[in-house]
């Protein structure tokens, strides 16, 4: 079974930076689109960045110029590096991927979710 594991989140003052990673693992034949959604307490969840297997962007304009996304297509890892952090930003963050599998399907896997709070 496909899975993804983010480790990296934590607690953090604002103004601080914080990095979060998306591994993926299982029978995997190739991964398309990834991507970092969150959803804090009270609101619906939104997408914080995304990136294609050919690395174009696209970020929620809240994190524009604070977030940077990347992956790491030979290790199947994405990564979401979050500057300036503000208490606003406190949220659960899942990563998602778009997997083809070895067997032809194709489906979106979310992982488990990390908490990021942003807090003095």
């Known amino acids: 079974q496909v899975q993804l594991v983010e480790p990296g989140g934590g607690l953090v003052q604002p103004g601080g930076s914080l990095r979060l990673s998306c591994v993926v693992s299982?029978?995997?034949?190739?991964?398309?689109?990834m991507g970092w959604y969150r959803q804090a307490p009270g609101k619906q969840r939104e997408l914080v960045a995304a990136?294609?297997?050919?690395?174009?962007?696209n970020y929620a304009d809240s994190v524009k110029g604070r977030f940077t996304i990347s992956r790491d297509n030979a290790k199947n890892t994405v990564s979401l590096q979050m500057n300036s952090l503000k208490p606003e930003d406190t949220a659960v963050y899942v990563c998602?991927?778009?997997?083809?599998?070895?067997?032809?399907?194709?489906?979106?896997?979310w992982g488990q979710g990390t908490q990021v709070t942003v807090s003095s």
């Open positions: 998602n991927a778009e997997v083809l599998s070895q067997t032809g399907s194709a489906y979106l896997q």
């Open positions: 990136i294609t297997s050919g690395g174009s962007t």
């Open positions: 299982g029978s995997i034949f190739s991964i398309n689109a």
